[in-house]
Nanobody
Framework: QVQLVESGGGLVQPGGFLRLSCAAS????????MGWHRQAPGKERELVAV???????NYADSVKGRFTISRDNAKKTVYLQMNSLKPEGTAVYYC?????????????????WGQGTQVTISS
C-alpha cells in the first residue's frame, strides 16, 4: 500500500556532491519521521540522518556539516544533499519512513524502506 522510491545515486569523485531523493506513494494519511541509512559492503546498515515531521534533524557524526536532510511534505519526499563526499561514504543508501496509511476501514502505521540507491565515491 505504500512505496518508497529512491533516486539520485551514482558515481562521483571525492570532494563532489550528490542529491538523493525518496518519494513516498500510496494510501498515505501522514508521514512521521523520515530518514536515510546506508550499508557499505561487509558492514552493517547505519543511520545517516533523520528528520521529524516538524523538521527537526539529527545526523551521524561522520556526516555532520557535509550532509543536509530535508523534506517536502506536499510532495511526500525526503532529500539528502551530500557535499564533500569521501570514499568511505560508498554504500547503498536507503530511505525509510514511518507512515500512517489507509488499509481497508482502518488507518495503520508501519515503517517502510526503499529499495536502495548505490552511491560510489571514487576517482
Amino acid at each position: 500500500q505504500v512505496q518508497l522510491v529512491e533516486s539520485g545515486g551514482g558515481l562521483v569523485q571525492p570532494g563532489g556532491f550528490l542529491r538523493l531523493s525518496c518519494a513516498a506513494s500510496g494510501s498515505i494519511v501522514s508521514i512521521n519521521g523520515m530518514g536515510w541509512h546506508r550499508q557499505a559492503p561487509g558492514k552493517e546498515r547505519e543511520l545517516v540522518a533523520v528528520i521529524s515531521s516538524d523538521g527537526s534533524t539529527n545526523y551521524a557524526d561522520s556526516v555532520k556539516g557535509r550532509f543536509t536532510i530535508s523534506r517536502d511534505n506536499a510532495k511526500k519526499t525526503v532529500y539528502l544533499q551530500m557535499n564533500s563526499l569521501k570514499p568511505e561514504g560508498t554504500a547503498v543508501y536507503y530511505c525509510n519512513a514511518d507512515v500512517s496509511y489507509v488499509s481497508g476501514y482502518f488507518v495503520r502505521q508501519d515503517d517502510y524502506w526503499g529499495q536502495g540507491t548505490q552511491v560510489t565515491i571514487s576517482s
